[in-house]
């Protein structure tokens, strides 16, 4: 099964977040697998019929959040992020909080506008480290 | 006007015919399953004609100016521009293509949709057609390099018996290899380029990934086959002209006795001969084929989609 982004050029979303937000998406369900190839900004762009620019902006914002890096000859790769430990718990809790919230008939928009909301009023904690073992 | 310079034209329009009804039939045979489908199928039908036509017109022009001559050109042309007319009309058939792809049918409506697919000119080129046409400019820049090293002039090949001199010419000296290689390099070039622009094309929107890759790869072959006829035609020519030429160079020389003949190069003269014959052959049975796998592929598609 192929898998597809869309773009909706009436929506007040920039472009290039749109599909950077997918290919995000895509990388951290698993369903783009670390190495895959990214169709090159041209091809996609032509594609979608928008300016090579735009695809070119999503590609380096993928590539400043870690989700892609571009080598020479193999073009735009995606880098999915190591599964376990912390992140693993947050992808399958926000898998439960998808479940609930469509079990409840919550619209996936009002889902990202309540996980938007705690973002927000829950207080950021000090980040944890492990220890770096001595040399 | 002679009856050669009518049997040229003849031939000239049943072979810009033949082409185009092939390619009406194939547009109408593959099954379009939507509206933009149908206009990425005419929009790569039509410059394909266009460019065939462009290709035969290119080369059986030349064909005819050289065998017939035509009233309004008295001078007939030199041996250079003979020699690369296949090429400058592959060049020409290219340049239609490459029409073709950059006018393609972009995406419309206000909610567009794209696969992440990657696709390569790998993708779009037939591999054989690629080997067969890497194959045939491999051949044609060996021999022109092995004419420019065993010439003995710019277009001629000598033989020196006994103070005499048996020349041979037209022979494949840097007077002709200089401006084919060129012209080899730049249609591979050009070639590649097309094919690039073959595979970053937009995608037909309303069918499968699987029926918008047919119709980039029928293209691909057409654009290879195309181009695979021009470098065997060339290579085809200048093994004609080696034999010819390697044929009068094994003759004995009219001044000497009978002895002065080489009957080994005579012999090469007539292998030479039989492999210019293959070659010009083998490129136009394989510029003739049809593509067959790639409408059964999209019908196959279209039938899944359906």
């Known amino acids: ?135 | 006007m002679s009856i050669a310079a009518w049997s040229a034209l003849v031939l000239a329009l049943l072979a810009v015919l033949a082409p185009l009804a092939v390619l009406v039939h194939d547009h109408r045979r593959t099954v379009a399953p939507s509206t933009e489908a149908a206009r990425a199928l005419r929009h790569a039908t039509l410059p394909a004609a266009v460019a065939t036509a462009v290709l035969l017109l290119g080369v059986l022009g030349v064909a005819t100016w050289v065998t017939a001559g035509v009233p309004a050109l008295p001078v007939r042309p030199d041996g250079r521009a003979v020699a690369c007319a296949p090429i400058a009309a592959a060049l020409a058939f290219l340049l239609v293509h490459a029409v073709g792809e950059l006018t393609y049918p972009r995406p419309s409506g206000d909610v567009r949709t794209a696969d992440l697919t990657t696709r390569t000119v790998a993708d779009v080129a037939p591999r054989p057609l690629r080997v067969l046409t890497w194959s045939w400019a491999g051949a044609l820049v060996t021999l022109l390099a092995a004419g420019t090293l065993t010439a003995t002039g710019p277009r001629h090949l000598d033989r020196v018996v006994d103070g005499w001199i048996s020349r041979g010419t037209p022979y494949l000296g840097s007077w002709y290899a200089v401006p084919l290689t060129v012209g080899v390099v730049v249609l591979l070039a050009a070639t590649a380029g097309v094919l690039h622009l073959v595979a970053t094309r937009p995608a037909v929107g309303g069918v499968g990934p699987g029926w918008d890759l047919a119709l980039r790869r029928r293209t691909g072959a057409r654009i290879l086959r195309g181009v695979q006829l021009a470098l065997a035609l060339t290579l085809a020519g200048a093994l004609l002209m080696t034999s010819w030429t390697l044929h009068r160079v094994a003759e004995p020389i009219p001044t000497l006795t009978p002895a002065t003949a080489v009957p080994e190069v005579a012999v090469l003269a007539q292998l030479v001969l039989v492999v210019a014959v293959s070659v010009g052959v083998a490129g136009t049975a394989v510029a003739l084929r049809r593509g067959a796998a790639h409408p059964r592929t999209v019908t196959a598609d279209v039938a899944a989609v359906a």
């Open chain 1, 1 to 135: 099964m192929s898998l597809r982004v869309h773009v909706d050029l009436t929506s007040s979303t920039p472009h290039y977040e749109q599909i950077r937000a997918q290919v995000a998406a895509l990388v951290v369900a698993g369903r783009l697998v670390d190495g895959e190839r990214l169709p090159t900004v041209r091809a996609l762009a032509n594609d979608l019929g928008i300016a090579a620019g735009t695809v070119a902006r999503a590609y380096r914002e993928l590539e400043a959040s870690g989700l892609a890096t571009t080598r020479r000859r193999l073009g735009t790769v995606v880098t999915a992020p190591a599964v376990g430990g912390g992140r693993q718990d947050v992808a399958e809790a926000a898998v439960r909080l998808v479940d609930v919230a469509r079990a409840a008939g919550v619209s996936d928009e009002e889902v990202q506008d309540l996980v938007a909301s705690a973002l927000l009023t829950l207080p950021r904690r000090p980040a944890t480290t492990s220890p770096t073992p001595a040399r």
